[in-house]
């Protein structure tokens, strides 16, 4: 690890410092997992992904994301068969954000309703109802109304997109959901569920730095929001199971299934588990 380091040529003491500890915490997992110390071997895309999958959860997020970034830099620098691009090209897709955990939604919940009038109440709560609840897009926020949340064979659902060309779906609410969209729904009357004066692309951006915090507590982002609820998702539907039983770290390549698959159902036993339901 020393020689790693070295290799790296820090400029600073807290440079080498840093990169020392997290290659410290990659070497332990590494060797836990039955990988050779070699830097061409454990140094690679693939089994950075794995690592930041599979052996840092017990880092907070930002931890993560910061760690895996300093590694990635670290072993572009000090291999010459890994697989790495370029410091000039761009990877081809962007990652999610990370989910907020429970504790920090039930804390911006209780933030919701300590807002400033009842207007930012009941944006707010729509907000994160929408998002945790049915996975909402920033741009689909503003357009939901009261007659969009439907009943499908027992299930409450939201109806989703459909605007400027765009594919509409119906998504199940998230069980523990359920009441509070129907209380945002009735607060709404026939306006829309989150009603706002700002326009433009960052409108639900803008919408949420409006917001009042809780000391300590960061400004609320769509993407993480969005990303909470596909956590549940994929929590219940036993993704991780499924990738754990193929031996495989990374779900990007199920999209070469997707043609083979049947076609999704709404009001399926599959679409119903989306929501939580037994």
């Known amino acids: 690890m020393r020689e790693t380091v070295t290799l790296s040529e820090p400029t600073l003491h807290s440079q080498a410092a840093n990169a020392l500890k997290v290659l410290t915490r990659l070497a332990v997992w590494a060797v836990d997992v039955g990988l050779v ?9 693939e089994v950075l992904e794995r690592y930041r999958v599979t052996g840092m959860r017990e880092l907070a997020p930002t931890s993560r994301s910061a760690e895996i970034s300093r590694l990635r ?9 890994a697989p790495w691009p370029g410091p000039d090209e761009r990877g081809s897709r962007q990652g999610l954000s990370p989910p907020y955990t429970c504790e920090q939604v039930e804390a911006y919940w209780k933030a919701a309703a300590s807002q400033n009038g009842p207007f930012r109440v009941q944006a707010m709560t729509a907000i994160l109802t929408l998002t945790v609840g049915a996975g909402a897009r920033s741009g689909e926020l503003f357009a939901v109304v009261s ?16 605007g400027a060309g765009a594919a509409g ?16 729904a009735a607060g709404a009357g026939a306006g ?6 700002r326009t433009g692309r960052d409108q639900a951006a803008a919408l949420l730095a409006s917001f009042e915090y809780p000391a300590g507590m960061p400004r609320l982002m769509v993407p993480r929001l969005r990303s909470t609820w596909l956590a549940g ?12 039983a193929a031996g495989v770290v990374s779900g990007k390549a199920f999209s070469d299934l997707l043609p083979y698959l049947p076609v999704p159902q709404v009001g399926s036993l599959s679409w119903c588990r989306l929501g939580g339901q037994q």
Request: aromatic residues 2%; glycine residues 8%; contains cysteine.
């Open 73 to 81: 830099t670290l072993a572009r620098s000090v291999t010459k068969r």
């Open 192 to 197: 829309p569920l989150v009603a706002s004066r």
């Open 233 to 244: 998702v994929l929590s219940d539907c036993g993704v991780a199971e499924i990738l754990s």
């Open 169 to 184: 779906r119906v998504v199940p609410v998230r069980a523990g959901w359920v009441d509070r969209l129907e209380k945002v």
């Open 37 to 45: 110390l070699d830097r061409e071997v454990v140094l690679t895309p």
């Open 147 to 162: 007659s969009d949340v439907v009943d499908v064979g027992g299930v409450v659902a939201v109806r989703l997109g459909g």
